[in-house]
């Protein structure tokens, strides 16, 4: 889930990215919030910041503005996930000078699967600011597409 809020400054100075870090049960979906999860923050080709998730799985990541962002969930006990964030027309949303957006990441167990090696470089999930909606907006074709792959690969598993 992304959301977006704002305070009245002339320029984004600041993007707060937060949420939480759940476990997924791949044979029940329940879901349940998992401490100790590295979230590595890039912009191309830079870390620009590392965190792990806290108790009850929440993060809480203030960081300066960069025109993308590339957060990496994951440790080797979950199958990494990935969520791009395409964050270029945050700075022509006239009147905020702080973004934050509130995201939950659902990782399930790692379990060796072939097939699965993709997902430490290939986003889930993609995300933009849509300038006339004033919100962030996903990607649901991409996030569409990348489901049916991975329910693909799980389902050739089993």
């Given amino acids: 889930m992304l959301s977006l809020g704002s305070m009245a400054q002339s320029n984004v100075k600041c993007v707060t990215i937060s949420g939480k870090v759940l476990e997924l049960n791949l044979l029940d979906s329940l879901e349940k919030p998992i401490a100790g999860i590295p979230i590595e923050v890039w912009s191309g080709n830079s870390i620009i910041a590392t965190f792990k998730s806290e108790s009850k799985g929440k993060y ?6 960069y025109p993308t ?5 994951g440790n080797a006990n979950y199958v990494t996930k ?9 700075k022509e949303a006239s009147g905020f000078g702080l973004i934050q957006l509130t995201l939950d990441i659902a990782l399930f167990k790692n379990k060796g699967y072939l097939g699965l090696d993709f997902m430490s470089n290939t986003p889930v999930a993609k995300a933009f600011f849509h300038k006339r909606k ?8 991409y996030s569409q597409k990348m489901n049916y792959r991975i329910t693909g690969v799980l389902e050739a598993n089993q």
């Fill in 60 to 65: 809480n990541l203030k960081l300066a503005y």
């Fill in 69 to 73: 962002y590339t957060i990496k969930f």
């Fill in 82 to 90: 990935i969520v791009e964030i395409d964050a270029s027309n945050f």
């Fill in 134 to 141: 004033g919100a962030i907006v996903w990607d649901m074709d």
